[in-house]
Antibody, heavy 119, light 107 residues
């Protein structure tokens, strides 16, 4: 069955970096665009960014542009989110999610990994 | 950015009630509208895509309608497992904005 497993979350000081991973299994990873979505404690969902199936196109929400980078390794079925210059407002549960087509929604989600930015 | 506005932000309902949640886009998005259900401590779950298409495995009491700027999620007969928070999301263009959520609580 389809599985997405995020890892790499934790507590980090403001200004530092963290790299999240999302290990995919049970589907053909290289045929799905992949997204990161985050949710601050007690808040709603915020879309972070997307990477195309071959990694050639990436888009980000304004608040993370220039600080976060999405990448993928299709040979290892893994998605990454490199987060630099972290701020307190980046504290959230980070989810990876699939999208096989723009009108088809995020059909699979990981369980999420919590990132806490605090001194 | 396209702003998505859901209403109400919360509602109280009883088992068996018909529940309607609306989502309005700040500009026309065609039918690039998805609905998700989220329970506490869990990842969101896709219910409806393309405004009205029921995701596989989702009960038929859930339905979606609308186009362009105005959309509706309807639960025809609320069940105990439906108490959750519901989010709409536009997939017309990036950033893929979400509505602020509608919490459905037990009356």
């Amino acid at each position: 069955q389809v599985q997405l497993v995020e890892s790499g979350g934790g507590v980090v000081q403001p200004g530092r970096s963290l790299r999240l991973s999302c290990a995919a299994s049970g589907f053909t990873f290289s045929t799905y665009a992949m997204h990161w979505v985050r949710q601050a404690p007690g808040k709603g969902l915020e879309w972070v960014g997307v990477i195309s199936i071959d990694g050639s196109n990436k888009y980000y929400t304004d608040s993370v542009t220039g600080r976060f980078t999405i990448s993928r390794d299709n040979s290892k079925n893994t998605l990454f989110l490199q987060m630099n210059s972290l701020r307190a407002e980046d504290t959230a549960v980070y989810y990876c999610a699939t999208e096989v087509g723009r009108q088809l929604g995020h059909d699979y989600w990981g369980q999420g990994t919590l990132v806490t930015v605090s001194s | 950015d396209i702003q998505m506005t859901q209403s109400p932000s919360s509602l109280s309902a009883s088992v068996g009630d018909r529940v309607t949640i609306t989502c309005r886009a700040s500009q026309s998005i065609g039918t690039y509208l998805n609905w998700y259900q989220q329970k506490p401590g869990k990842a969101p779950k896709l219910l409806i895509y393309a405004a009205s298409r029921l995701q596989s495995g989702v009960p038929s009491r859930f339905s979606g309608s609308g186009s362009e700027t105005d959309f509706t999620l309807t639960i025809s007969s609320l069940q105990p497992e439906d108490f959750a928070t519901y989010f709409c999301q536009q997939s017309y263009r990036t950033p893929r904005t979400f509505g602020q959520g509608t919490k459905v609580e037990i009356k």
